[in-house]
């Protein structure tokens, strides 16, 4: 079985702050940390960009988990793997060639991940299943922190966990991810969980830990 990730996003944390808030929330128990990257073209709104990455790398260890919602990816692949993303994922709406961005994300030692909007079919990657080492199924429309869970997505996430087999695969659910969805989408097949409101907004006394365990025992 696929250890479970919790993969807090930023999007949420205080963007005046970013470097301790990186080091809090993977002191406070986050696996990996997920970072939104947003054009304002793919979708409607803009985040970050590679600079900021590369200045976040030295306040921790800790995975580098890179959500590209942007149109084209191509271009920026090798920025962001400078900049210290461990693992690149594109969306599988982002352009007509994925398998070409895929093997563009492996070749420089990255591991390679495919997102899928809400209305997008899980069978539109089985070709490059041999190809990827993430499944980033989104439960929300990208572009914002603090959407509701989409609860259509959850056979999504049934049929990739069917597609992903007993391939070391990561399979990631992002959007409205919360205690009260957690173990809908476990139960479903997913390992890894990104969660920007239900950590960054609800801190204990300063804590990430009481959020984080929150979404670990759900
Ligand atoms: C949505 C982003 C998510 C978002 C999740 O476009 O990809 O990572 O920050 O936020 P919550 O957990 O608040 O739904
Ligand atoms: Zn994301």
Known sequence: KRPLRIAP??????????GPEVKAVVDDGAD????????????PNITFGPPVVKALRPHTDAIFDCHLMIAPADPYIEAFAKAGCDIITVHQEAGP??????????????????????????????????????IL???????FGGQKFIPATLRKIEQANALIGDRPIDLEVDGGIAPDT??????????????????????ENGSYRPPIEALRAG
């Open 182 to 203: 957690v173990g809908a989408v476990t139960k479903a097949g997913a390992n890894a969980l990104v969660a920007g409101s239900a950590i960054f907004g609800k801190a």
């Open 9 to 18: 996003s930023i999007l949420s944390a205080d963007f005046s702050n970013l």
């Open 137 to 143: 199924i989104m439960t929300v429309n990208p572009g």
């Open 32 to 43: 990996w940390v997920h970072l939104d990257i947003m054009d304002g073209h793919f979708v």
């Open 97 to 134: 060639h994925l398998h070409r961005s895929l093997q563009t994300i492996r070749n420089l030692g990255k591991k390679a991940g495919v997102a899928l909007n809400p209305a997008t079919p899980v069978s539109t990657i089985e070709h490059v299943i041999d190809d990827l080492d993430l």
